[in-house]
């Protein structure tokens, strides 16, 4: 069972992952369609990938023998 330090840094570097893709996600949006949608839009799709991305990689982290 790893300890709870690792735990911590596992949940912090899967945090950083869902965040670099939700700004990637909202920075490609935004150059490729600057102007033509609302302010929010890019920012929240990248929100959005941020956190599927964190689930995703939290149920990674479970694996099937759960």
Do not use: C, H, Q
């Amino acid at each position: 069972m790893a300890s709870d330090k690792m735990r911590a840094l596992v949940s912090f570097a899967k945090i950083l992952v869902a965040l670099a893709v939700g700004y990637g996600i909202a920075w490609v949006w935004n150059d490729t369609r600057s102007g033509i949608d609302e302010m929010w839009v890019p920012y929240g799709a990248g929100l959005l990938s941020a956190v599927m991305v964190f689930i995703l990689l939290s149920k990674l982290n479970r694996g099937s023998g759960d």
